[in-house]
């Protein structure tokens, strides 16, 4: 069966730097779009980021560009991501989610991965 | 950028129906997808493209979309169907994609 499950969540202080992972399975990875979609404390989902299944097209919100980057390694079937410069506002549970196939729904989600940012 | 109305809260008894908007310039145009996410759960999709349902929802799941409203309907309420709705697109013209402000929904 299919199953999404993301780490590297933690504590960290605002202007430092985390990698979040993304390890999936029960599906052909390198054939299907990723994402990240994050979730603040008691707030609505934000989605984040999409990886195209070649990881050559990457798309990003508006809301974190330039401070996050998205990479997969189709071999390890995991999809990454690199938040810089992290704020305060960036604390959240962050989801990773498969893309249906040509359907923009996301089909599976993972249990999310919390990120605090505070000093 | 492409913004997603929801009200925040629907109460309904249980037998009851639910319906939960979701308002969006010329939303009709494009394909609408629900998710429903109980508390500490990830989200789970019940309504993909409008109005198909992945296997595994019931029946009593719902939507449609027309013009600047999507909706998401839930038939005979029942006590597990308590949780918070969400809607989702994918805005072409930014390739990003777009929750909706999300709705809780409450059986009384």
């Known amino acids: 069966q299919v199953q999404v499950v993301e780490s590297g969540g933690a504590l960290v202080k605002p202007g430092g730097s985390l990698r979040l992972s993304c390890a999936a399975s029960?599906?052909?990875?390198?054939?299907?779009?990723m994402n990240w979609i994050r979730q603040a404390p008691g707030k609505g989902l934000e989605w984040i980021s999409s990886i195209s299944p070649s990881g050559r097209a990457i798309s990003v919100a508006d809301s974190v560009k330039g401070r996050f980057t998205l990479s997969r390694d189709n071999a390890k079937n995991s999809v990454y991501l690199q938040i810089d410069s992290l704020r305060a506002e960036d604390t959240a549970l962050y989801y990773c989610a498969k893309k249906r196939r040509d359907v923009f729904n996301f089909d599976y989600w993972g249990q999310g991965t919390l990120v605090t940012v505070s000093s | 950028s492409y913004e997603l109305t929801q009200p925040p809260s629907v109460s309904v008894a249980p037998g009851e129906t639910a319906t939960i908007t979701c308002g969006g310039n010329?939303?009709?145009?494009?394909?609408v997808h629900w998710y429903q996410q109980k508390l500490g759960q990830a989200p789970v999709t019940v309504i993909y493209?409008?109005?198909d349902r992945p296997s595994g929802v019931p029946e009593r799941f719902s939507g449609s979309n027309s013009g600047n409203t999507a909706t998401l309907t839930v038939t005979r309420v029942e006590a597990g169907d308590e949780a918070d709705y969400y809607c989702q697109v994918w805005d072409s013209n930014t390739d990003h994609y777009v929750f909706g402000t999300g709705t809780k929904v409450i059986v009384l």
């Open positions: 029960g599906f052909t990875f390198g054939d299907y779009y």
């Open positions: 010329n939303i009709g145009r494009t394909h």
């Open positions: 493209d409008d109005r």
